[in-house]
C-alpha cells in the first residue's frame, strides 16, 4: 500500500506530460476560476472588460440593438487555437497551422444564418499561438476598424438583419477550430453562447414618410410610389438595420419625389460624400475642354508637366493621357484597393505635395494604359491640378462659375490639397438635393433649365463603359470618366445605373432607362457593410417603390 500512491502520482505526471507533449506549443496557463469554470462557453459583456476584473455580473443576458449599442462576445478556451488545430492535422508546422483560423456559426431562433472561416490575417499568429481567451468586439459605438466587427456586420447583411425583426430573439455563435490541408478540415465545437437580441419597436410616427418642405429648388411630384416600403425601409434605418444612413433623395422625371433625412442630418446639412466628389473633376473637364482651355482628354501629362524633373522618370509616364487617369487606367504603380501598392492614397495623405506624389510614382511596366483598372486617388488629384492651372482664375472659381452657379447650387463647401487647390481626391460638401441637381444634370444630357452647361458629347462619352472592373468588386460593373456602372435586377427586371461612389456608402444614381435619380448620404465611413446595406435598400426597397 506504501508504493500506491506514489505510483498513482508517477501514472498521473506521465499522463500530465504525454497530454503536454501533444501541445505543439506553449498556451497562456488556465488559472483563472472564471475560466476553469466557463472553458468552452461563449459569454457576452457591454464592454472590452479587462480579464482579471472580470465577474460574472458583467455577462449580459440580453442586448437591446440600438444605434449606440455595444456588444463584446468573450470566448473561454480549453487551449490555444494553434494546439486545438494541430490535433486536427498533427503533421502540420505551427506555420501551416496559422494558414487557418477560427470558424464561426451564427443561429438566429436555432436557425442557423451564417457560417464564416475567418481568414488567416484575421488576429496575430502569436495570439492564435498562445491566448486561451478570445475577447472580441461584435458592435461598437466607437466604429473601430476591427476584424470581428466587419464579420459581424457580414452576418447581419447575410441573413441577421431580415432575421431580427422586431422583438425578442435568440442569438447564438459557435467557434470551432478549421486548418487548411490544402482542404478545409474544420474541427469539433470549441465554445458556444447565447444571448437575447431585443429589436425595439420603432413608432409608426417616427417612420412615416417626411412630408417635402417648401422652397427645395424643386418642383414636387405628384407621382405615385409604393410608400408602405418607404415606410418599411424608414423604420429599418431607424432600428439600425440600414446604419448610418443621413439622407434619400428620389427625383422622378425632373421633379422631386422623395426627401428623406436621419441620424441628425436635414435639407440644409452639408454632407461629406468622399470620392463622390472625384466625379465633379470629370465634369469641369468636360467644360474646359468644351471651352478650349484644354485641348482634349487625349492630351498627356508631358504636355502639363516636366516629367524628367520627377522621380522614377520612363518613357512610359510620357503616354499618360487626361483620359487614362479618367478611367483610371494609367500605367502608374497604383492602386487604392492594395495596401502594399506604392501609389495608394494613404501614402499621400501625410505628404504636403500629393501631385508630386503621384507623379513621382513608377510606371508599372506590366501594364498597358486602357487595359487594366485599378483605382488611383493620386490620379484624380492630378486631373484637379492640371484644371487649376489653365482655366481661368483657378479650379474654385471656374467651377463656381461655369457648373454650381448654373445649376443653382451656392452652399457648398470644398475640401483643398496642401497647396490649397480645390481636392478633387473627394470630399466636397454639398446638400442632399444638390448632389440631386449634378445627377439631373447627366440624366439630361448636360442640360439645365434648358441651359447646356455639360457638353451633350462630354456626357455621352463619360457615361461609356471603357472598363470592366475587376472580378473581386462587388458584382460585375463597368467605368467611364470617374463614373460607376452596373445593372440592378428587381423582380426580374434589369435597371442599369451610372453612378458616382464614395466612403461611407454615399452615392448618386443616374438610371440609364428610368426617368430617375437617387441620391443617398451615409456616414459608414470604412465600414464593410457601407456599400451592401445601400444595393440592398436599392434593390428591397427603393427601386421596387418607385420604379414603376
Known amino acids: 500500500m506504501k508504493l500506491l500512491k506514489p505510483l ?53 443576458t440580453a442586448v437591446t440593438l440600438t444605434p449606440d449599442a455595444n456588444l463584446t462576445m468573450r470566448a473561454f478556451l480549453p487551449n490555444s487555437l494553434t ?13 501551416q497551422l496559422n494558414q487557418g483560423n477560427y470558424q464561426f456559426t451564427y443561429y438566429v431562433d436555432g436557425k442557423q444564418l451564417y457560417q ?79 444571448i437575447k437580441v431585443v429589436v425595439p419597436v420603432i413608432d409608426v410616427h417616427d417612420k412615416a414618410i417626411q412630408p417635402i418642405k417648401p422652397n427645395s429648388g424643386w418642383p414636387v411630384s405628384a407621382e405615385r410610389y409604393d410608400r408602405s416600403l418607404i415606410t418599411e425601409l424608414n423604420g429599418k434605418i431607424l432600428q439600425n438595420k440600414f446604419k448610418n444612413i443621413n439622407g434619400i433623395v428620389v427625383v422622378k422625371s425632373g421633379k422631386l419625389l422623395i426627401e428623406e433625412y436621419f441620424n441628425g442630418e436635414g435639407r440644409d446639412t452639408l454632407h461629406d460624400p468622399r470620392s463622390v466628389g472625384k466625379t465633379f473633376a470629370s465634369a469641369v473637364m468636360g467644360i474646359a475642354i468644351n471651352a478650349g482651355y484644354i485641348k482634349s482628354e487625349n492630351q498627356m501629362l508631358k504636355d502639363f508637366y516636366d516629367l524628367k524633373a520627377y522621380q522614377n522618370y520612363s518613357p512610359q509616364k510620357d503616354s499618360v493621357t487626361l483620359k487614362s487617369l479618367l478611367t483610371m487606367s494609367s500605367v502608374f504603380d497604383a492602386n487604392d484597393n492594395d495596401d502594399n501598392s506604392p501609389g495608394n492614397e494613404n501614402n499621400m495623405y501625410p505628404l504636403d505635395n500629393w501631385v508630386k506624389f503621384a507623379l513621382d510614382l513608377r510606371a508599372d511596366a506590366a501594364k498597358k494604359p486602357y487595359t487594366q483598372w485599378n483605382y488611383f486617388t493620386a490620379g484624380a488629384v492630378v486631373l484637379g491640378d492640371v484644371l487649376n492651372k489653365n482655366v481661368p482664375g483657378g479650379l474654385d472659381h471656374y467651377a463656381d462659375e461655369k457648373l454650381f452657379k448654373p445649376l443653382g447650387i451656392v452652399n457648398y463647401k470644398w475640401q483643398y490639397t496642401p497647396q490649397h487647390v480645390p481636392s478633387t481626391a473627394g470630399g466636397i460638401r454639398l446638400r442632399a438635393i444638390d448632389f440631386a441637381r449634378f445627377g439631373q444634370l447627366y440624366k439630361n444630357n448636360g442640360k439645365w433649365q434648358g441651359k447646356q452647361i455639360l457638353p451633350e458629347a462630354w456626357v455621352q462619352k463619360t457615361l461609356t463603359r471603357y472598363m470592366a472592373l475587376p472580378a473581386d468588386m462587388v458584382g460585375p460593373g463597368y467605368y467611364g470618366y470617374l463614373f460607376w456602372n452596373k445593372t440592378y435586377e428587381v423582380n426580374g427586371k434589369y435597371y442599369e445605373t451610372w453612378y458616382c461612389t464614395g466612403n461611407g456608402g454615399n452615392k448618386i444614381f443616374v438610371f440609364k432607362n428610368l426617368p430617375l435619380v437617387v441620391v443617398v448620404t451615409a456616414s459608414a465611413y470604412n465600414e464593410s457593410y457601407a456599400h451592401a446595406q445601400v444595393d440592398k435598400m436599392m434593390q428591397q426597397y427603393i427601386l421596387p417603390a418607385v420604379a414603376q
Open 116 to 194: 464564416e472561416n475567418l481568414h488567416k490575417g484575421a488576429g496575430y499568429a502569436y495570439l492564435k499561438n498562445s491566448r486561451t481567451v478570445l475577447t472580441i468586439k461584435l458592435l461598437s459605438n466607437l466604429h473601430e476598424d476591427m476584424w470581428s466587427r466587419h464579420m459581424f456586420s457580414r452576418f447581419m447583411m447575410q441573413g441577421g438583419e431580415d432575421a431580427l425583426t422586431t422583438g425578442s430573439h435568440t442569438l447564438k455563435i459557435e467557434l470551432r477550430p478549421y486548418v487548411v490541408l490544402p482542404e478545409v478540415k474544420v474541427g469539433d465545437l470549441i465554445a458556444q453562447g447565447e
Open 83 to 95: 494546439n486545438l488545430q494541430h490535433k486536427l492535422a498533427p503533421q502540420q508546422t505551427v506555420e
Open 8 to 60: 498513482l502520482i508517477l501514472i498521473t505526471i506521465i499522463a500530465f506530460n504525454r497530454s503536454f507533449a501533444q501541445d505543439i506549443v506553449k498556451a497562456d496557463p488556465i488559472t483563472s476560476p472564471l475560466h476553469k469554470a466557463n472553458i468552452g462557453r461563449i459569454v457576452f459583456m457591454k464592454d472590452t472588460i479587462p480579464m482579471a476584473n472580470t465577474t460574472t455580473a458583467d455577462f449580459l
